[in-house]
């Protein structure tokens, strides 16, 4: 296999030249070189079934040919010009989104991240309330530009060293909401949540969470911001996660798997809301043809699919298989999340910290061929967060899978 560099080489160059901020796993990461649909394959020929989608990302599969063939006649025929001429997917797309976005919620403005997109939706929040402030939860992560740098609550994603300048509150839960909404809700613009939090470790929200919280936020014009970005496009069993609680929110946030592998962002509001943001605001290769090419394909492939209701039906099928795995471990917690986005919190056994024991089984796993994720701010959580075009073989060869790793640590 000499056409591939290998993983030790690529280590080394990572670190001559790149940033040194990005991290791996694995003691011994593989170098992925090709994937289809729910397999990936390392430079050694070796195969994995992929349970973590590159978070989220790849929920129609990978190299999915119904989705890259319309990408690649776009690419072939129109790549991008500027917004001040006129195109027609970007268009198209924001259409598509109003026809499933919830409530009211139909204009949409694109980017190319999560990240991008957060950062336009508070921004969008700031413009209609005129309000300043916060209110995000522990545990968040919502990106790693300064606005969403600062609502993100994991210690180890607030980079900037001036991060506290952002005006935020964390709360712990929907009481310390309350308090907050009724302490400085007359300064806060929004209420920004992941309905199921996805690198605090896989964690939905309660059922109950807007009973009081819903009534407070009109009352105090505080808006609702649902960040999608990894719980969006049917992945939770519904469309949009926060469809799962009865509330209505105000602006959506989504990018990852609406371009299955292909930049984009948007946050989308009420025609209210998005009438207060009439200043420019432009971003030179957001709603470009091609990333809208691919979302249209990818809304396209999840409806002619079935993916909503597969998420729903898989998940559940997931979610006992590891229910039953854990129960045989006493190290390893009940599952936990929606949909196919699901996970397991690893405990501390035999004198082995809890991410140790996290960290081998990931290996464990590896070896036998399967690719699981891994989150949680104490990095102890495993996440299963597969394509929802898994196959139910593979879901429970996965969790037998993980049945042997966890009788081997038990020993
Ligand atoms: N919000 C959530 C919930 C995320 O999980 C992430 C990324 N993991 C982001 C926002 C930021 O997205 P991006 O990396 O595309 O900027």
Request: glycine share 8%.
């Amino acid at each position: 296999n000499s056409e591939y560099l290998g993983p030790e080489k690529i280590i080394e160059l990572k670190q001559k030249y790149l940033i040194p901020c990005s991290y791996h796993f694995y003691r011994r990461p593989p170098q992925i070189v090709r994937a289809s649909g729910t397999k990936v394959y390392d430079s050694t020929g070796k195969v994995y079934t992929d349970f973590f989608a590159g978070v989220s990302v790849m929920s129609c599969g990978h190299c999915n040919p119904q989705i890259n063939n319309r990408v690649i006649q776009q690419l072939n025929t129109l790549q991008h010009t500027t917004s001040i001429y006129l195109t027609q997917p970007v268009v198209e797309l924001a259409r598509r989104l109003a026809e499933i976005l919830p409530g009211t919620i139909c204009r949409s403005f694109f980017c190319n991240s999560g990240s991008e997109a957060n950062e336009s939706a508070l921004l969008a929040a700031r413009l209609f309330t005129q309000k300043r402030k916060f209110i995000a939860m522990e545990g968040s992560l919502h990106g790693r530009t300064f606005l969403t740098t600062g609502v993100t609550a994991i210690p180890m994603w607030r980079t900037d060293p001036f991060v506290d300048e952002v005006p935020v509150s964390f709360a712990s839960d929907e009481s310390a909401v309350m308090e907050l909404l009724l302490n400085e809700g007359p300064e806060t613009a929004a209420l920004i949540v992941e309905p199921i939090q996805g690198n605090g470790g896989i964690r939905p929200l309660p059922p109950s969470f807007f009973d009081r919280i819903a009534a407070e936020l009109k009352r105090q014009k505080v808006l609702l911001i649902s960040d999608e970005i990894q719980s969006g496009f049917g992945r939770s069993g519904k469309m949009f996660a926060i469809e799962h609680y009865p509330v209505e929110p105000d602006m959506i946030t989504g990018a990852k798997a609406l371009g299955n592998g292909f930049p984009i962002g948007f946050f989308a509001a009420r025609p209210d809301i998005a009438a207060a943001f009439t200043k420019p605001s432009a971003s030179t290769l957001g709603g470009n043809p091609v990333s809208c090419t691919a979302g249209l394909a990818v809304l396209d492939f999840i409806k002619s699919e079935k993916l909503v209701s597969r998420a729903a039906e898989y998940g559940d099928l997931l979610m006992s298989e590891l229910r039953q795995v854990a129960k045989a471990a006493p190290f390893l917690n009940a599952p936990r999340g929606l949909g196919l986005m699901v996970g397991m919190e690893v405990g501390a056994y035999q004198g082995k910290a809890a991410p140790d024991i996290t960290d081998e089984i990931l290996e464990a796993m590896k070896e036998k061929g399967f690719l699981i994720g891994k989150n949680g701010v104490n990095r102890n959580v495993l996440a299963f967060q597969p394509p929802l075009i898994i196959e139910k073989a593979e879901i429970t060869a996965m969790a037998d899978a993980l049945g042997q790793t966890a009788s081997h640590i038990l020993g």
